[in-house]
Every structure is written in structure tokens, then in C-alpha cells.
């Protein structure tokens, strides 16, 4: 019995010291969160200094080098490790001009691998995509575009967001406007349909046919917010107007009054450049070869400065090893970090190293990923791993209550099929979560505008999601075992009936060749 007895008494000894040095390490990471954060000073020479990060351009390179500087700065080894190529485009400065009936500079930029201007620019009226009969009746009318610019997106009936209406509007004044929205929406829709073209191909026929440039508007439903994607032209300029200034031009044609507008778009292809991921780690020590891995990709598109997609989740991983480096520097597990590129083409870099690095797979005990937007961590699913509720909940556990205690789980989940790179990760039976975060009306104010900048982000919820997210990297170094990737077979919501585990993609290799430029 006395034997037994010290026995116990040595074990929760045991147990107590383990669970003091945790709670040191816990400790000593809220601590330099919260009194060193250099969240802001990583955003400021991420967005401000290097600016958007489209893949394939010489930006994009920059922040790849940038990252691993800063990380070789915090003595985090680091490289860049190519996995393909893409078409090389770089932006130059774009200056659009309403020079008739009266002289006004819009507000606008070109799409991303947009063709340029003639040096110095051209002006030329403007007209706007006819409703036409048929895909006859477009063909006949093709020739009338020669040395136009066209405008070939639907106009708004308002600049004004539908919570501005909710706001101040009668009740029946916004239904009206609702079913005179919905009705010309359908219209526009039926005109573009009627020219036997779809969204890639009808700027192409404008641009054989003689245009001298493509105008587009993709209002995102917040004021000042276009969303900014890329051109299909190959020889002559695709430019996106402000929704306020796309309708004064729209009505201007309409009545009649022939504006012109002058463009001055300018841009250049480089040829296939190397695209990367950048990759850092934090040796283990007792289990080198078994890795806890962190994610997010680094690429963006170029509308704004890429700040919540994916400039957030860019600085709050290199935060996490930044503290981790320093209050636990050697880690039982590597500490491995991705930052990808080729992302918003879909999960090419993250796709990239799932298929060059077969042989680590079953070795990566939990990967966090984190995209989407500046906000606090809102929502873990369990993506479809049975036992993920078992380990996530103890490590959850160890985060202030103050960071936890709003966030939404759902347990066993269904595993994710698209969107952001902890997919790739699944698809692969690697048990890899994306740390969901609140919305900040991310889907209308920034996600792929032109106000995707560094003033929108919410710094005080990045650093609570760097203590989360460094806790919980903590946790899965220390944890005593490999944990389970018992996977559950999804259910189809819709049906109820069960359906097959994501299957992993290869991703493309050599991107944007399809859309080179075509010398003139």
C-alpha cells in the first residue's frame, strides 16, 4: 500500500511539473503577443512597402524574398521552393480621362494581365453592347465597334448598398427597387446571351473586330467597392470603372451625348516566370521527422494591397513562429510553415507541395490554415476526422477564455472542398483545419476589390488569433502521440446520402499561357 501510494504521489508529481511548464510556455506566449507585437510592422512592409502580390509578377517575387529575410531575421530558416511557372505580367500606372462632353479623371484601373495602351494612351468615344436580336444580328453589328471603347457590363440603379436602403427607405420603395433590379440584371444577362458569347469570349470578338478597348464594372455592393480580376483581351486593354462613374458614362451614350474617354493603360509581359512556395521551420527536437504545420497563402490579386485576402493570415503565421521561435525554440515536433503561391488560381502552391512531398504526409500531426479576412477566430470544423473533437477540445482548453469563448465547432464536420489550401492538405487524409474568422463584411468590402488595404485590418483580433494559433501549435508539438486520422465519410446535406472523401488535385503547373498577348 505504501508503495502504491508513492507511486501515485510521483506520477502527480509528474503530471503537475508537465502541466507547470505548459502553463509557463502559455504564459510567456500571451505575454509577448500582447507587449512585442510586430503585427503592424510586418503589414506595413508587406501591403504598403511591396504592395499586391499577383502571381507571376515581380511583386510577387519580392514578397517571397521579403518573407524569408524576415524570417533568416528571426534566426527561422527559410527558403523559396519553385513548383511551376506562370505568365509574367507587370502592372504600370493606369489614368482614365472623360474628355467629352466635359473633362473628367475617373476613377478606374486595368484587370489584372490586361494588355496596354498605346504609349501615351488613346482617346475614342465610347459606346455601350447593343441589345441586339441574335448572335446574327451581333455579328452584323461587330464592324461598328472599329476604334471604340466598349462597355459591356450591366449598369446599377444605385451606388447605394442594400443596408443603406434597409436604413432609410420606405418599405415599398425598396421592394420596387429590388424587382427593377432583379429586372434589368435579367435583361443584360439575356443581351449578352443573345451575341452567342459568354464573359471570356465577347471581349476577344470586340478586340478582333477593332475596339480599342474593353470597359467593364464589377460593383461589389459596398460603396466604393469594384471587385478586380483579370482581362480576357489579348491585344487592347480591359479597364474597370468605379460603379459611379460606369453609370455617368452609360447614360451619357445612352442619351445620345458620344463621350470620349482617354485611357492610358500601361503594363508589360515578362514571359513565364518562376512561381514559388516560401516554406520556414522550427526544428523539433525529439521528433524532427513528425511536423505541426501552419498555412496561408501569400499571393493576392491586385485591385488593392491584398491585405485580408491574404495579408492577414500572411503576418499572423509569421507572428506565430516569430513568438514560438522565441519562447520555445525547441519545439518536440518541426515547427513548418507555408506560405503559398498561386493560391486564387486554385490552391496551386499548397497543391504543389502535397504532391512534391508525398513522404511527409503521414507525418504531419495537424496543419491550421487561415484566410479569409482580419477578423477574431470564429468557427473550427472538424473537417470530417472523427476524433478531432478529442484533441482540438483539450487544446482549445489551454486558450484564454476571453479568445475561445465565441468560437463556433463543429464536430466531426464534413471536410472542405474548395476555397482555401487546408483542402489540398484533406483531400491528402491530413487532418488540417482552417481557422474560420468574422466575416467584417469581408465578402462586399474586400474581398478581391480595390479597398483590400492595410487600413481594414483589425490588428487587436490578429493578435488574439496569434495567441490562439500559437497555443494551439504548442499543444499539437506536445502532444504525446501522432493523433487520429480516422476519417468520416461525408454526408451530402442536400440528400442525406453519403458521398465519396475529396480526392487530391494536381495543380497547374505552367498557368495564364492560354491568355498570352498576341502582338499586334
Known amino acids: 500500500m505504501n508503495k502504491l501510494y508513492r507511486y501515485g504521489l510521483g506520477l502527480l508529481l509528474l503530471v503537475s511539473v508537465k502541466v507547470q511548464a505548459q502553463n509557463q510556455v502559455i504564459d510567456a506566449i500571451i505575454k509577448e503577443a500582447n507587449e512585442n507585437s510586430k503585427l503592424e510592422v510586418l503589414a506595413h512592409e ?59 479623371t475617373l476613377a478606374g484601373t486595368q484587370l489584372s494581365w490586361s494588355p496596354a495602351s498605346p504609349a501615351g494612351g488613346l482617346t475614342a468615344e465610347v459606346i455601350v453592347l447593343p441589345d441586339l436580336a441574335d448572335s446574327v444580328a451581333f455579328q452584323k453589328w461587330l464592324p461598328s465597334v472599329k476604334g471604340k471603347y466598349v462597355m459591356i457590363s450591366a449598369p446599377q440603379l444605385t451606388g447605394r448598398p442594400d443596408d443603406n436602403w434597409e436604413k432609410w427607405a420606405t418599405d415599398p420603395s425598396f421592394e420596387a427597387l429590388k424587382k427593377e433590379r432583379d429586372a434589368l440584371e435579367k435583361a443584360w444577362l439575356e443581351r449578352t446571351q443573345k451575341t452567342g458569347k459568354n464573359r471570356t469570349s465577347l471581349p476577344i470578338a470586340l478586340e478582333n473586330a477593332g475596339a480599342v478597348g474593353v470597359i467593364t464594372s464589377y460593383w461589389s455592393k459596398a460603396l466604393g467597392a469594384n471587385k478586380i480580376f483579370s482581362a480576357s483581351t489579348r491585344q487592347v486593354p480591359t479597364v474597370d470603372l468605379s460603379i459611379e462613374d460606369y453609370g455617368m458614362l452609360f447614360r451619357l451614350v445612352e442619351s445620345g451625348k458620344k463621350p470620349k474617354i482617354h485611357v492610358n493603360a500601361q503594363s508589360k509581359e515578362t514571359g513565364l516566370q518562376p512561381t514559388f512556395n516560401t516554406i520556414a521551420e522550427i526544428k523539433g527536437t525529439e521528433k524532427p521527422e513528425e511536423y505541426v504545420m501552419l498555412s496561408a497563402h501569400l499571393d493576392s490579386w491586385q485591385g488593392g494591397t491584398g491585405a485580408t485576402d491574404n495579408g492577414s493570415g500572411t503576418i499572423l503565421m509569421m507572428e506565430v513562429m516569430r513568438i514560438l521561435k522565441k519562447v520555445y525554440p525547441n519545439p ?130 490578429i493578435k488574439n488569433n496569434a495567441i490562439l494559433t500559437a497555443i494551439l501549435v504548442y499543444m499539437a508539438c506536445e502532444e504525446e502521440n501522432m493523433v487520429s486520422k480516422k476519417m468520416r465519410i461525408p454526408v451530402d446535406f442536400r440528400t442525406g446520402e453519403p458521398t465519396e472523401w475529396p480526392s487530391k488535385r494536381s495543380p497547374t503547373r505552367k498557368g495564364g499561357i492560354l491568355f498570352q498577348r498576341i502582338a499586334r
Open 46 to 104: 508587406l501591403l504598403d512597402g511591396i504592395g499586391p502580390r499577383l502571381v507571376g509578377t515581380p511583386q510577387m517575387q519580392q514578397a517571397h524574398d521579403w518573407t524569408v529575410k524576415q524570417y533568416e531575421a528571426w534566426g527561422i530558416q527559410a527558403k523559396n521552393e519553385k513548383w511551376g511557372e506562370w505568365r509574367g505580367w507587370d502592372r504600370g500606372t493606369t489614368h482614365i480621362d472623360m474628355v467629352e462632353p466635359w473633362v473628367r
Open 332 to 461: 518536440k515536433r518541426t515547427i513548418l510553415v507555408g506560405h503559398w503561391g498561386s493560391e486564387e488560381q486554385g490552391l496551386n502552391g499548397s497543391r504543389a507541395f502535397v504532391e512534391d512531398h508525398p513522404e511527409m504526409l503521414e507525418k504531419i500531426q495537424v496543419l491550421f490554415n487561415q484566410d479569409n479576412g482580419t477578423g477574431r477566430i470564429a468557427n473550427i470544423s472538424g473537417q470530417g476526422f472523427v476524433d478531432s473533437y478529442e484533441y482540438l477540445g483539450r487544446w482549445l482548453s489551454k486558450v484564454p477564455r476571453e479568445i475561445t469563448r465565441d468560437i463556433e465547432t463543429s464536430f466531426p464536420g464534413n471536410p472542405g472542398s474548395g476555397g482555401t489550401d487546408h483542402v489540398s492538405f484533406v483531400a491528402a487524409g491530413v487532418p488540417a483545419f482552417n481557422l474560420s474568422s468574422l466575416a467584417w463584411d469581408y465578402g462586399t468590402i474586400t474581398w478581391h476589390t480595390n479597398l483590400d488595404t492595410y487600413d481594414k485590418l483589425v490588428f487587436e483580433d
